[in-house]
């Protein structure tokens, strides 16, 4: 298999394994994203949602990627969209790797929605307060551009932020997701 050919394989990983975030995230972000009722929804500031991703040194993600999703359902009605981000910073730093373990040294990724996707995430709130009832999702995707080949677990933080002067809240801490090579 080729290295490219490879890599899409781990991002296709990668991916699946974000989509399922929800089932791993902490019972603290689980109770607040469960307060984020309709009206809190609506009140969202685009320009002020956060998503920061972390990855083990050496590990590099393709910040041009990364998108958060939102699962809007609601009266029989289910609508999923995608909003790119934009990489703000990139800088080093330490996540706890479990608990009976140390820090790791990573690479973390903070971004937030591009103009377009603010626009259109405005548009969405606009959308979801006119619907009655609903219940909202988030998920963040991503893909790997290089991934050293002695890497045999792949371990990624994700937090999302969602308003200027708010706490991030954690959907994955430390997740670890295995490595298999083709020979």
């Known amino acids: 298999m080729t290295g490219t050919a490879w890599l899409r394989g781990v991002s296709s990983l990668l991916l699946g394994a974000l989509l399922v975030s929800c089932a791993s995230i902490p019972l603290s972000t689980?109770?607040?994203?469960?307060?984020?009722?309709?009206?809190?929804?609506?009140?969202?500031?685009?320009?002020?949602?956060?998503?920061?991703?972390?990855?083990?040194?050496?590990?590099?993600?393709?910040?041009?990627?990364?998108?958060?999703?939102?699962?809007?359902?609601?009266?029989?009605?289910h609508s999923r969209e995608v909003f790119a981000l934009a990489e703000q910073l990139r800088t080093p730093g330490t996540r706890s790797a479990g608990l009976f373990r140390g820090s790791e040294a990573v690479v973390q990724h903070e971004?937030?929605?591009?103009?377009?996707?603010?626009?259109?995430?405005?548009?969405?709130?606009?959308?979801?307060?006119?619907?009655?009832?609903?219940?909202?999702?988030?998920?963040?995707?991503?893909?790997?551009?290089?991934?050293?080949?002695?890497?045999?677990?792949?371990?990624?933080?994700?937090?999302?932020r969602l308003d200027q002067d708010g706490p991030y809240m954690v959907l994955f801490d430390g997740a670890e997701l295995p490595v298999e090579y083709d020979r």
């Open 30 to 77: 689980a109770l607040r994203l469960s307060r984020l009722d309709r009206q809190a929804f609506t009140n969202l500031d685009p320009r002020s949602i956060r998503v920061r991703v972390a990855v083990q040194e050496g590990v590099e993600l393709n910040p041009d990627s990364i998108e958060l999703g939102v699962m809007l359902s609601g009266a029989g009605a």
């Open 111 to 160: 971004l937030a929605l591009t103009p377009d996707s603010a626009q259109r995430f405005a548009e969405l709130q606009h959308r979801a307060f006119s619907d009655q009832g609903g219940r909202y999702e988030l998920d963040v995707n991503a893909s790997l551009s290089r991934l050293p080949p002695t890497t045999r677990v792949l371990r990624l933080w994700i937090d999302v």
